[in-house]
């Protein structure tokens, strides 16, 4: 049974590019969430999916959008870079928006 | 807004030293309590879901239980390939959001 994947592992971009990051959830669950964490810090919520549509988000801005395909599988999108995005992005995936969610391995982000 | 808050920030314990760590939380409609385990570089591994006041399960050395307004992570006996990162996090069954807090480091030194 394959858990949450995400790709690529690690990425390096310079201010001002745009970013697209990959998960795919754990066989059988349709709910994406994903979650930006900072060094030495918890994951902060981003945003959620659901029938392929956004059905809540946290606090960020408009640079950060994503989408998901009918086969669950979702893409995080982030535009304009600035150093603060510097981080590891972790997707986690659950059946409902209301149950456990496992998280994948994460997507470290080092903006330059 | 919902707040999570873990205390102490970091442990070190001695191999077999048994100890406890604290997860207070406010939220408005709990839908679950969560415990997640991290190790370096990698995505937070599950452990726990607790639903209700009084509620207690366990894991091998792991022993999670909740209140209604706190959680303790009980750790018994522990070795030194318990040393990770211990998130806690809170399910708002009103908007669906996961809030964690810092999370706890623990050393367990042989």
């Known amino acids: 049974d394959a858990g949450v994947t995400q790709s690529p592992t690690h990425l390096i971009k310079t201010r001002g590019q745009q970013v697209t990051l990959r998960c795919s959830p754990k066989s059988g669950h349709d709910t994406v969430s994903w979650y930006q964490q900072a060094l030495g810090q918890g994951p902060q919520f981003i945003f959620q999916?659901?029938?392929?549509?956004?059905?809540q988000r946290g606090n960020f801005p408009d640079r950060f959008s994503g989408h998901q395909f009918p086969n669950y599988s979702s893409e995080l999108n982030v535009n304009a870079l600035l150093l603060g995005d510097s981080a590891l992005y972790l997707c986690?995936?659950?059946?409902?928006?209301?149950?456990?969610?496992?998280f994948g391995p994460g997507t470290r982000l080092l903006v330059l | 807004e919902d707040q999570v808050t873990q205390s102490p920030e970091a442990l070190r314990l001695q191999e077999g030293e048994s100890s406890s760590l604290n997860c207070s939380y406010t939220v408005s409609g709990l839908r679950g309590l969560f415990w997640y385990r991290q190790d370096p570089g990698k995505g937070p591994e599950f452990l726990f879901t607790l639903y209700s006041a009084g509620e207690e399960k366990e894991k091998e050395r792991l022993k999670a239980t909740l209140t209604k307004k706190e959680s303790f992570l009980h750790i018994t006996a522990p070795k030194p390939e318990d040393s990770a990162t211990y998130l806690c996090?809170?399910?708002?069954?009103?908007?669906?959001?996961?809030?964690f807090g810092k999370g706890i480091t623990l050393s367990v030194r042989p």
């Open positions: 986690a995936s659950s059946l409902g928006q209301q149950e456990t969610q496992y």
């Open positions: 996090a809170v399910l708002n069954g009103a908007n669906s959001k996961l809030t």
């Open positions: 999916y659901y029938e392929e549509e956004e059905r």
